[in-house]
């Protein structure tokens, strides 16, 4: 049978809106099942326990259950890539960090592109890093160690979390802004670092501050300077270089959440909207607050906002890891 030209119109147009009309319900019934968030380091470092602690909210938010998986190896870049490779339905997330976003695609030739294979959702917390050393160390202040180095170049030792780690950085970052020089240790991850330095078998480290406040509270090290803009509200009585004149050594260990590109917009919007609620939440903040976090204010824990400050940190340390001739083992 013919059907007239209007009808056949009116059914061809109703067949074409079902794609978009289901891919509408699909988005309003996101999530239906578990999510995944991969975190790209081994178990038991402060990233682990931030996603869990932002995990534990959001799953109420969204009322699915969330599983935080650790997926480590390659400087973050094995789990970083297995987020860029799966499905961009929203049920698989990474949870990374500089060393992860920044640091390896500078160091290691990656299988992805971490600016464009990755969907930003939201900037959540940020930590500077900051200079602790031995108790015993002989200067008392941070002018006081800067002449120390001076005087005795290639005679410290700095103890680092590996090759290219963010510890490892900013020694070089410092190195190169006070015309200082010192000999590197690496260590196969921050606890043994930590060990040897309260144990004073190491002169000092640079440190994600939030992880050796402890040790510092309990008078085991002691800090010269933390590496922001601002002095640190954990620990207030710690001076930034930018008090010596030299308002370039700035570093954090900030973190923040991605998906795979191409994930719908109405899922992005959903998951940032359940970040932003976990990050609102007193428990959430005090908790973070008590690992040293600093929470981004709202206008910053956007897709966007996280796009911008990753893409800057990129143009600002790859250059840096390139001269270095710096290569993750």
């Not at 709202?298 to 990129?314: N, S």
Request: with cysteine.
């Amino acid at each position: 049978m013919k059907l007239p030209r209007r009808k056949f119109l009116h059914l061809a147009a109703g067949a074409a809106a079902l794609p978009a009309l289901s891919q509408i319900a699909w988005a309003q019934a996101y999530p239906s099942r578990p999510i995944t968030i991969i975190v790209p380091f081994p178990a038991g470092g402060a990233t682990t326990t931030l996603a869990r602690v932002l995990a534990e909210h959001m799953k109420t938010t969204l009322g699915q259950p969330i599983v935080v998986e650790n997926a480590g190896g390659a400087s973050g870049s094995i789990g970083t890539t297995r987020v860029a490779r799966a499905a961009p339905d929203g049920y698989t997330l990474s949870f990374g960090n500089w060393a992860s976003h920044v640091g390896s695609g500078a160091m290691i030739p990656l299988q992805l592109d971490l600016l464009k294979d990755l969907e930003p959702v939201a900037f959540v917390a940020n930590s500077p890093l900051w200079v602790v050393a031995k108790k015993d160390l002989t200067p008392r202040d941070l002018k006081e160690f800067i002449a120390w180095l001076k005087a005795n170049p290639d005679k410290a030792t700095a103890a680092t979390v590996g090759v290219g780690s963010g510890s490892h950085m900013c020694g070089i970052y410092i190195q190169n802004a006070t015309g200082t020089k010192f000999q590197f240790v690496p260590y196969r991850g921050g606890a043994p670092a930590m060990q040897d330095l309260v144990a004073g078998q190491v002169d000092f480290m640079c440190d994600f501050a939030g992880n050796s406040l402890p040790w510092v509270r309990n008078g085991q090290i002691k800090p010269y300077v933390v590496m922001a803009k601002a002095r640190w509200f954990a620990a207030p009585e710690v001076p930034t270089f930018e008090e010596m004149g030299i308002p370039s050594l700035v570093m954090g260990f900030w973190h923040g959440l991605w998906l795979p590109k191409g994930t719908p917009a109405d899922v992005v919007s959903k998951l940032n909207r359940a970040v932003r609620a976990a990050l609102a939440d007193a428990t959430v903040k005090q908790r973070y607050v008590d690992m040293g976090q600093e929470l981004p204010p709202p206008e910053q824990q956007t897709p966007e906002a996280l796009a911008a400050y990753q893409k800057a940190e990129i143009e600002k340390w790859w250059p840096i890891i390139k001269a270095a001739n710096i290569k993750a083992e």
